[in-house]
């Protein structure tokens, strides 16, 4: 009979060449050699390096768009007084008609017809935008400005409008008299339409 010499234990595994079971606590861990401290070394110039140009880019960036923004903040200021003043002087500035003295039909006549104190000295008046002066046989003559109208004496006006234009207006007769001061819609009263002086002789 064969006697079995298998006892029940497991053959041992042969141990592999330069593997380690466990570390003792021991044990000292090993230098970096001379080439990592330097490469570490080398790792950390080049992080701390990075970082300063970053913050050197963050810092350029934000300058300039510090500037840019006070350019664009001087500009706008600078658009804004510039476009104030164009308006106020465009507003201000009054512009120029020269007012035309006619009849009822629309006739050139003398400047003074339109005036007030000569129609008052002969008995006329001015209302509703017609001057009236009596006529000797009875009745009245009505006489009117036309703004911005060109013709000579007993001609039919050309052009222009029988309406008063706005108070930013001067107006003034041929003469150089004036009917109407511009300025902010502000004009003294004379003939009905505002401007100071007598538009012609009797």
């Given amino acids: 009979m064969t006697q079995?010499?298998?006892?029940?234990e497991q053959p041992q595994q042969p141990q592999e060449r330069g593997s380690m079971r466990f570390q003792d606590g021991n044990t000292q861990p090993r230098e970096p050699s001379l080439a990592e401290q330097r490469a570490r070394r080398q790792a950390l110039a080049d992080r701390e390096r990075e970082e300063?140009?970053?913050a050197a880019a963050r810092a350029v960036a934000q300058r300039k768009a510090d500037t840019k923004r006070?350019?664009?903040?001087?500009?706008g200021v600078t658009v804004g007084l510039a476009g104030l003043i164009s308006t106020y002087y465009t507003v201000a500035k009054p512009t120029e008609t020269t007012a035309v003295c006619t009849d009822a039909s629309g006739v050139v006549q003398n400047d003074q017809y339109c005036d007030e104190s000569y129609a008052a000295?002969?008995?006329g008046h001015y209302s509703g935008?017609?001057?009236f002066i009596p006529l000797?046989?009875?009745g009245f003559s009505q006489y009117r400005y036309n703004y911005g109208g060109t013709g000579t004496v007993g001609q039919r006006v050309s052009g222009g409008s029988f309406t008063a234009p706005s108070g930013n207006t001067n107006v003034s007769t041929k003469s150089g008299t004036s009917v109407q001061r511009?300025?902010?819609g502000i004009s003294g009263k004379s003939g009905g339409i505002g401007g100071t002086g007598?538009?012609?002789g009797s």
């Fill in 182 to 184: 511009g300025g902010f």
């Fill in 70 to 75: 006070k350019v664009l903040i001087g500009g």
């Fill in 129 to 131: 935008g017609f001057w």
């Fill in 4 to 8: 079995d010499d298998n006892t029940g």
């Fill in 136 to 138: 000797p046989g009875g």
């Fill in 198 to 200: 007598k538009s012609g």
């Fill in 121 to 123: 000295s002969h008995g």
């Fill in 52 to 54: 300063q140009e970053a």
